[in-house]
């Protein structure tokens, strides 16, 4: 990681040469979204922190554009427009834990051979048995909550801060009434999760 | 007494059976196991090539990336070859393995009904593995967008040049 550093130095001594100079940005690198379904491609990973990436990517560009061609690999993450991580974690875990709740007063009251509810590493695991299995997890560089169904198989949920909900875009549905319904279909009984 | 009966049977049989039942059921299925270690349709095709459509979906921070190509045959409007480069998991990459082999020779309209829960039956993904076959799904409709546009563009810039000839000609 020397590259980290080298261009701190640079910086300074960059500044103190030529400080009426504009540095002009990198963001032009980020626009390349081909993604499906809201996907991002090539997004850097959750654990850089913007203000470092901006700091760094600056330097590269005004001293020495050789090496823009290894910062412009991965696109830049749209991060005014994204839902702050601490946000969407808190809202998560929030949302995740309502679930865990009602799932296992859900178990008490009803008999399903083998109903057992997991929760480890931010991820929670309804196994109804034979009847299947949901498997709950948060997608931190999407923002999104995954959602495994033996019902109706994978969906993506964004937060809709509109109605306070989590919607898969694709078929409009809602995160708590799809699961009420699938649940309460599988086994049974009615389930309220909200 | 049967139940007893019953009981000892079982305790027999898990004796023998457990190490393997075990593994077994943590282990990727057979099907899996052969895409990965026999791939079929890894490549690439030239993406300029106008009978090529590419479709690239996933994210690396998301830990899956697939790029699925197809060549079109444009007067039929089938799919002659397909080839794939998935960064991922075993399941991410058998599902767009499968997938390479499940579009070629069927026409395009007929590929865009191929849905992931076919991909993952045929795999018999586990729960978690579900999304893998979803952007598998993902790839082809990509792959099949991106050569419908190309084929647009080509057709509106042809139009231009035989709109510009006739004003010359005029």
Redesign the interface.
Known sequence: MASRFAPRLFLRRLRMRRRAQPISSLHEASAES????G????????SWSPPDFHCISRVFFSARPSLLDEGKG?AAIDYPSLLPEEEFHRLADETIHELLENFEEYGDAIQIDDYEVDYGNHVL?LKLGSL????I?K?T??RQI?L?S?VS??S?FDWDAMSNTWVYRRTKANLFQLLEEEVGQLCGQPISLR | MLRAAGRRFLRLGLEHRAPTAAVAARGYHERVVDHYDNPRNVGSFDKNDPTVGT????????GD?MKLQIKVDDATGKIVDACFKTFGCGSAIASSSVATEWVKGKHMEEVLSIK??EI?KHLSLP??K??C??LAE??I??AVKDYEAKKAKLAAGNAETTQTEKVASA
Do not use: E
């Not at chain 1, 081909?34 to 379904?37: M, N, P, R």
């Not at chain 2, 479709?55 to 998301?62: I, Q, W, Y």
């Open positions: 081909a993604g499906v379904g996907d991002r491609i090539f997004s850097p990973s959750g991965p695991t299947g299995t949901y498997v997890n997608q560089p999407n995954w495994s033996p198989g994978p993506r | 479709g690239l979906v996933g994210a690396p921070a998301c990336v992931n829960t993952a729960p978690v579900l999304h076959s979803m993902d790839a409709k990509a």
